[in-house]
């Protein structure tokens, strides 16, 4: 098993540009979850989705959409992206949403 | 919403020393608990974890975790802590019947040999 990948690894965007973050995992896993990773802050929700097709909000939303297809993809999209989401980006997946989350290795963007 | 307080964000300390690190969540029902390690570079890892039964957990690496109900806290320890235990420790609590995870804002732990 692969578990939670994510690409790219690196990503420096201009302010205004839109990309999409992409998150898979093949543990069939019905929970995924997107966070973002700022220095002293800890994690913080983007959003998650408890299966193919539903999706929520997190504590941190605005400027970010999410859609789940599939149970194994979960991608992020920016819309038009800020200095202010310059940040390290983690998808999360697990069994359910009580379960241990299994995190990937990240995405670290730069918006200029 | 639940959350969850973490204290000493720096901790420094030399090798075999004690680690204790605190864990306070507000949320009064039925919680599940964890704590989760970032090493430099990496990406997050279960360190351990509490849903129900004792409420001394053990995870890897020789650290533990007590779960007080009445305190609402669930504070990680360690008796004798080595250089490669130097990371980010972050706490999560996910609560009954909510859909979210969340985490404290982490302990960044420097172990100096």
């Known amino acids: 098993n692969a578990g939670v990948t994510q690409t790219p690894k690196f990503q420096v965007l201009k302010t205004g540009q839109s990309m999409t973050l992409q998150c898979a995992q093949d543990?069939?896993?019905?929970?995924m979850s997107w966070y973002r990773q700022d220095p002293g802050m800890g994690l913080r929700l983007i959003h998650y989705?408890?299966?193919?097709?539903?999706?929520d909000q997190g504590e941190v939303p605005n400027g970010y959409n999410v859609s789940r297809s599939t149970t194994e993809d979960f991608p992020l999209r920016l819309l038009s992206a800020a200095p202010s989401q310059t940040s390290v980006y983690f998808c999360?997946?697990?069994?359910?949403?009580?379960?241990?989350?299994?995190f990937g290795p990240g995405t670290r963007l730069t918006v200029l | 919403a639940q959350s969850v307080s973490q204290h000493n964000h720096h901790v420094i300390l030399s090798e075999a020393a004690s680690l204790e690190l605190g864990c306070n969540y507000s949320?009064?029902?039925?919680?599940?608990l964890f704590w989760y390690v970032q090493y430099p570079g990496q990406h997050l890892q279960l360190l351990l974890k509490?849903?129900?039964?004792?409420?001394l957990v053990k995870g890897i690496k020789g650290f533990e975790a007590e779960f007080i109900k009445s305190k609402f806290s669930f504070n990680l320890r360690k008796p004798s802590v080595q250089w490669s235990d130097t990371a980010e420790y972050f706490c999560?609590?996910?609560?009954?019947?909510?859909?979210?995870?969340?985490f404290g804002k982490g302990n960044q732990v420097v172990v100096i040999p």
């Open positions: 509490y849903f129900s039964g004792d409420p």
């Open positions: 999360a997946s697990s069994y359910s949403k009580e379960y241990e989350q299994f």
């Open positions: 989705s408890v299966g193919a097709g539903i999706t």
């Open positions: 999560a609590v996910m609560a009954y019947g909510n859909n979210r995870l969340a």
């Open positions: 949320y009064g029902g039925t919680v599940n």
């Open positions: 543990m069939n896993h019905e929970y």
